[in-house]
């Protein structure tokens, strides 16, 4: 109706209402971490450069890193233009970190069939702690929540209880109790209740919101945004980097293969780089190398399979708590032995063909004539001629040797080898 009464005025008047800016949006679907602070901060910085009506903040999330959330929502609170945090689809969460962002929105929506809530630090952080740790943690997780939601004009005490008490709201249950403001079945219907709707931005000012007639611009990720999400996933971060160490062993003990090497250099430094956004927890890099150095000990000492099947656990293990985050961040018990055993199988095989090979006779070059015996076809006193190998060749003789003893090469020296008599002679 307001809309409609402000159209009919500057109708009579002959003028044009001034026309709404974009709406800037953008998704934050999976887990929180890193990348995804750099991707709200750049969407925040797109949608001042637009003179955006607002951004509007998609939350899909089951939680994630609490630097990283603290990160976002310093971002959110400090935004220039207003931000509305939606969560959507239906069926769609925004679950203990996404809990934090959702009320870091100068307007908080829900789509029908979302829920949002259970936002306690243990899950947070994904350790569990002492009694009095858990305490402080708690304590200083609600009372960041509380200073964000007092602001918003929402229920800050029941909001509390999501860190607390891991409570969890429905779209219904959060409305009916003042966690949030709207909930609207899609992002039509989400811009259409905005239009009009005046909100108190943090810092006390009153705006009001215009966004009949406004586009809707995405926010377009960046290559590195776009690589660095899609791998993310400790599970398939932890995949690449041991794909990409076994491709640069394989480079390394077969030179001149070359495509083993560059594929393994690519995925070692794409797992790599999936990792650095995560915290690593040290115990689990210090077992990975334990497991690789014991797969090298099975390959050279006689140990029955047992330092090969430690190092097998010290890799599974390595893997297990090689990510410190919620449960949602850390390498899966399947992905851990999936990749463990055929790794651990090939690297053992491979290992023991080079060893194998070092430690054989050498059967080529000066090297491999070494030790052959042969036959002298002259006397040798010292010099004469021999036939080794299937060859005649120049000799000299320690000792003298008729025509027909047999000899033993001990040197070769150019084209001449120096023999010494067959001890059986």
């Known amino acids: 109706m307001k809309a409609w009464c402000a159209g009919f005025v500057f109708a009579l008047l002959g003028l044009a209402p001034a026309r709404a800016g974009p709406v800037v949006a953008v998704t934050v679907d999976g887990m929180v971490h890193p990348v995804t602070v750099e991707i709200v901060t750049h969407a925040i910085a797109q949608a001042q450069r637009q ?40 069926g769609g969460r925004a679950a203990s970190a996404g809990f934090f962002l959702l009320q870091a929105g100068d307007i908080a929506a829900m789509a029908p069939g979302t829920n949002t809530g259970a936002a306690s630090p243990v899950l947070l952080i994904g350790n569990q702690m002492d009694p009095v740790m858990r305490r402080k943690v708690e304590n200083d997780a609600a009372a960041s929540l509380r200073s964000v939601v007092s602001k918003r004009g929402r229920n800050a005490e029941l909001a509390e209880k999501t860190v607390l008490e891991s409570r969890s709201f429905t779209d219904d249950e959060a409305l009916k109790n003042r966690l949030i403001e709207i909930v609207a ?12 709707r005046e909100i108190t931005r943090f810092d006390g000012r009153k705006q009001t919101l215009r966004t009949t007639g406004a586009s809707v611009a995405e926010y377009q990720l960046t290559i590195r945004e776009t690589i660095v999400s899609a791998i993310a996933d400790p599970n398939l971060a932890f ?17 001149g293969l070359i495509a083993p090497g560059v594929a393994g250099a690519i995925l070692a430094l794409l797992g790599l780089a999936a990792l650095s956004v995560l915290p690593i927890n040290a115990g689990g890099v210090a077992l990975l190398v334990l497991a690789l150095a014991l797969f090298v000990l099975e390959a050279k000492v006689a140990s029955h399979g047992i330092l090969g099947a430690g190092g097998a656990v010290a890799m599974v293990l390595g893997a297990l708590l090689l990510v410190e985050g919620p449960p949602e961040l850390r390498i899966r018990l399947s992905t851990a032995v999936a990749v463990t055993v055929p790794f651990a199988a090939i690297t053992i095989f491979l290992l023991s063909l080079v060893l194998r090979a070092r430690a ?66």
């Open 51 to 90: 003179e955006a009506a607002l951004l509007l903040l998609r939350l899909n999330t089951p939680g994630g890193l609490m630097d990283a959330t603290r990160l976002i929502v310093e971002r959110l609170v400090a935004s220039p233009v207003p931000v509305v945090a939606y969560v959507a689809p239906s």
């Open 185 to 196: 079945r899609d992002q039509n219907d989400l811009l259409r209740q905005l239009d009009g």
């Open 360 to 425: 054989s006779k050498v059967v080529t070059g000066a090297d491999g004539m070494l030790g052959e015996t042969g036959v002298a076809r002259t006397p040798l006193h010292p010099e004469g001629k021999v036939f080794v190998h299937g060859e005649y060749w120049d000799a000299v003789s320690t000792r003298h040797a008729e025509c027909g003893a047999a000899v033993r090469v001990i040197a070769v020296e150019g084209l001449k080898l120096k023999v010494e008599p067959s001890p059986q002679e």
């Open 239 to 255: 995949v690449l980097l041991i794909l990409g160490a076994l491709g640069l062993y394989i480079e390394f003990t077969h030179p």
